[in-house]
C-alpha cells in the first residue's frame, strides 16, 4: 500500500465495516437500550446537565457520553443508525490516532499501515464500534491522551509540546465527563514513571500544570452545573462509582487478579499467533524509548485494572491500541526481512477457528436446530464463516502476499454476524425490534409499565415517552428510585391491582414483560385477562384496554 493511498484505503474501509452494520440488527439490552434513552431523554426534556434514566435520576455516569449519543440522534435520526454513530465515529478516530501515532514513532509509511490495519479489525475493537455505550468514547479521548503525551514529549520546539501538554489536558477533560476520574489517572501511570527513567521530570513540572488547567477549564463547567442542579450527584459517582468498585468487598462483577491475562489474549484476535514474537521483540527493544512508553501505555491500566475488586472485559480496551502497535511493529519488521513463518501460523490458528465453528454450527443445525426456518439469518452467518475461513486460508499458505487477509475476514465478520443471530437471540436480547412492530397500538395508550429495565428503556425508547411504571423491578435504579419524587414509577406486587385500575380509568395500559420463570409467570398472572397480547421469545406485550365508566 502507497504512501498516498494508505490514509484514504482506511478511511474507506472504516467507512464500509463500521458504519454499513449499524442499523443491521435491534439494540441489546440492557446497556444499548439504557444509553439510547438515557440520551433521547437529554433531547427530549432539555436537561443536558444530570443524566436521567426513563425519568429517574441515575448517577452512575457524567454527562458527555450520552452528549455523544443524543448528537448523533440528533443528526441521524432516533434510529439505530442514530444511536450508536458516537461509537462508530470514536473507533475510527482511535483507528486514525494508531495511523497518526506509529508514523511519528518509526516514520515508516507502511509501518503505520499496518498497525492500523491491526487495530481496527481486532475483534472486539469491530465490534465494539457497532455497541452504543460509553467504551469507545471512554477508549478514545484514553487513546487521546496519551498519543498527545507522546507527540509532546517527543517535541523539541516549545510550541509544539505546549500543544500537545494542552490537548492532552482537553483528552482529560473529555474523558472525565465520559466516565469519570480514571480520565485523569491513566495518563499519569504512563507519564509519571516514564519521565523518571528518561529523567525529564522538570519537563513534567513545568508543562504538566498546562494539561491540568486544561482539564479543568474544560470540566469545570458541567461539574458546577450538575452540582447545582443535584446536590448528591458527587457523593454518590465519587464513592459508589469509584471507591466501591475498585476497593469495596461488595464490588460488582468481583474476578481473580489474573482475569484480564487470557482476556488481553483473546482481545487480540485474529492476531494472536503475533504476541509472543511481538512481545519478545519489545522486551528485547525495551531501552528504546517509544517501545518503553508503550510497554507503560500497555501494562500500567493492565496492573491498575488486575488490581480492583471489580472487573468488566472493557475496562482494558485502552490497552489495546499500544498492544496494535507492538504487534504492528513487529509484523511490519517480518515482512520487511520476508519472514512469513509467525503470519502462516496465525493464518492456520485462525483456519481452524473458523472450521470448528463451521461443524459445530452444521452439527447443532442438524441435531438441534439454532435456525428454525430462518435461511436469510443462516446464510449470513455462513457467509461470514467462509469470509473468515477463506481470509486465513490465504494468510496461511501466503503469509507474505496476504499478510492482511485476517484482517478482512475479521471485520467480514463482525459486520455480518449479529445480523444473522437466530430469532430465538433477537427476541430475548433485542426487544426494541418487538416493540416496533407494535409501536403504534402501544403508543396509543395511555400508561406503560414493564417488568424488565432492559424492556422498559426499549419500549421508552421507541415510543420517545420517559415514563415507564417499573413492576417488581428495581435493578441499577436503586438510587434513584429512592428519591420521594420518584417512587410513583415503582409498583410492588401487592400494588400491582390497585395501580392498574387507577390506570385503567385515565386511558388504556399498554406492558412489557420479559417472562424468564415462575416468578415472572406469577406477575403476569396478576394482571388483567381482557386485552390484547403478543408473544415473541420471553417477552410478552399486552395491550389493556380501558376500563368501562
Known amino acids: ?60 455516569k457524567p454527562a458527555a ?99 500537545g501538554w494542552a490537548v492532552l489536558g482537553l483528552a482529560c477533560g473529555m474523558g472525565f465527563m465520559t466516565k469519570g476520574f480514571l480520565a485523569w489517572l491513566l495518563p499519569v501511570l504512563i507519564a509519571l514513571p516514564w519521565m523518571l527513567w528518561q529523567k525529564r521530570w522538570r519537563e513534567l513540572l513545568v508543562y504538566g500544570p498546562v494539561a491540568i488547567v486544561v482539564a479543568v477549564a474544560v470540566s469545570l463547567p458541567w461539574v458546577l452545573a450538575v452540582h447545582s442542579h443535584e446536590p448528591d450527584y458527587w457523593r454518590f459517582f465519587f464513592w459508589h462509582e469509584h471507591i466501591r468498585r475498585f476497593a469495596g468487598d461488595d464490588a460488582q462483577h468481583d474476578a481473580p487478579w489474573w482475569y484480564y491475562l487470557p482476556l488481553l489474549v483473546a482481545f487480540s484476535m485474529p492476531w494472536v499467533a503475533m504476541l509472543p ?41 485502552p490497552c489495546l491500541l499500544p498492544l496494535a502497535l507492538l504487534l504492528g511493529h513487529a509484523l511490519a519488521d517480518r515482512l520487511k526481512l520476508e519472514q512469513g513463518r509467525v503470519l502462516g501460523i496465525n493464518g492456520l490458528l485462525n483456519l481452524a477457528l ?27 452467518v455462513f457467509i461470514a464463516l467462509i469470509g473468515w475461513i477463506m481470509a486465513n486460508l490465504l494468510q496461511a499458505f501466503r503469509p507474505l502476499q496476504c499478510w492482511a487477509a485476517p484482517a478482512f475476514g475479521s471485520l467480514l465478520f463482525i459486520g455480518l454476524v449479529p445480523a444473522g443471530l437466530p430469532n430465538s437471540v433477537v427476541a430475548n436480547k433485542m426487544p426494541d425490534q418487538f416493540i416496533l412492530d407494535h409501536a403504534q397500538e402501544l403508543g396509543q395508550t395511555g400508561k406503560l409499565l414493564s417488568n424488565d429495565l432492559g424492556a422498559a428503556s426499549a419500549l421508552s425508547w421507541r415510543l420517545k415517552r420517559p415514563e415507564v411504571a417499573f413492576y417488581n423491578t428495581i435493578g441499577e435504579l436503586k438510587y434513584g428510585l429512592a428519591y420521594p419524587d420518584s417512587l410513583k414509577q415503582r409498583i410492588d406486587p401487592d400494588q400491582i391491582q390497585q395501580w392498574m385500575q387507577d390506570a385503567r380509568q385515565q386511558g388504556s395500559v399498554g406492558v412489557v414483560m420479559r417472562v424468564k420463570g415462575d416468578d415472572e409467570l406469577h406477575e403476569l398472572e396478576q394482571l388483567p385477562k381482557d386485552g390484547k397480547r403478543y408473544e415473541q421469545g420471553n417477552l410478552v406485550i399486552l395491550i389493556i384496554p380501558q376500563a368501562a365508566p
Not at 8 to 22: D, S, W
Not at 96 to 125: D, G, H, Q
Open 65 to 163: 457520553g450520552y452528549w455523544m449519543i443524543a448528537l448523533g440522534q440528533a443528526l441521524f435520526g432516533q434510529n439505530l443508525f442514530g444511536v450508536r454513530f458516537a461509537s462508530a465515529l470514536s473507533t475510527m478516530l482511535s483507528v486514525l490516532l494508531c495511523y497518526l501515532v506509529a508514523r511519528r514513532m518509526w516514520n515508516e509509511p507502511r509501518k503505520s499501515f499496518v498497525c492500523a490495519m491491526l487495530y481496527m479489525s481486532f475483534t472486539v475493537i469491530a465490534g465494539s464500534a457497532g455497541y452504543a455505550n460509553l467504551d469507545p468514547q471512554f477508549t478514545f479521548w484514553v487513546n487521546l491522551s496519551l498519543v498527545a503525551l507522546w507527540f509532546a514529549l517527543d517535541s523539541t520546539a516549545r510550541g509544539q509540546r505546549l500543544t
Open 277 to 317: 514474537p511481538a512481545l519478545k521483540q519489545a522486551w528485547q527493544t525495551r531501552r528504546q524509548s517509544n517501545v518503553a512508553f508503550l510497554l507503560l501505555w500497555l501494562c500500567m491500566p493492565l496492573f491498575f485494572f488486575s488490581l480492583s475488586k471489580g472487573k468488566l472485559p472493557a475496562y482494558i480496551l
Open 354 to 380: 473458523g472450521v470448528i465453528t463451521l461443524i459445530a454450527l452444521v452439527y447443532l443445525q442438524l441435531k438441534k436446530p439454532v435456525y428454525d426456518h430462518e435461511l436469510h439469518n443462516l446464510v449470513l
Open 1 to 60: 500500500m502507497s504512501k498516498r493511498w494508505a490514509l484514504p484505503f482506511l478511511l474507506a474501509l472504516m467507512a464500509l465495516a463500521y458504519l454499513l452494520p449499524l442499523g443491521s440488527h435491534g439494540l441489546w439490552i440492557p446497556d444499548e437500550t439504557r444509553y439510547a434513552q438515557i440520551s433521547q431523554g437529554m433531547l427530549l426534556s432539555g436537561d443536558w446537565a444530570s443524566p436521567h434514566f426513563m425519568g429517574i435520576r441515575y448517577f452512575e
